[in-house]
Nanobody
Framework: QVQLVESGGGLVQAGGSLRLSCAAS????????MGWYRQAPGNEREWVAR???????NYPNSVKGRFTISRDNAKNTVDLQMNSLKPEDTGLYYC????????????WGQGTQVTVSS
């Protein structure tokens, strides 16, 4: 019903920046909140940022002040601007979305790799 595709990952040195994008495609849906998650080898997938349909954002302390999430409801896209990157930010970054009519079901993209070197 909904397909999510991430882009924008890459290699960057500590202190650098990257901007990730996620595009949702498919018909017959209205996206509620969207978010970004990441997973490093051996670790659980962790929440990075969230944004409601109304534009309210939230972040964990680990990225607060460095990452900014934004969205375009008309285009069904969500971006993640990542500044002051740290090696601990390294991981596979996933886009997440939930639909208005199915609030308990999570949709995921395939992920885009972010690698931050010291």
């Amino acid at each position: 019903q909904v397909q999510l595709v991430e882009s924008g990952g890459g290699l960057v040195q500590a202190g650098g920046s990257l901007r990730l994008s996620c595009a949702a495609s498919g018909g017959g849906f209205v996206i509620n909140d969207m978010g970004w998650y990441r997973q490093a080898p051996g670790n659980e997938r962790e929440w990075v940022a969230r944004i409601t349909r109304g534009g309210i954002t939230n972040y964990p302390n680990s990225v607060k002040g460095r990452f900014t999430i934004s969205r375009d409801n008309a285009k069904n896209t969500v971006d993640l601007q990542m500044n002051s990157l740290k090696p601990e930010d390294t991981g596979l970054y996933y886009c997440n979305a939930r639909l208005m009519r199915f609030p308990d079901r999570n949709y995921w993209g395939q992920g885009t790799q972010v690698t931050v070197s010291s």
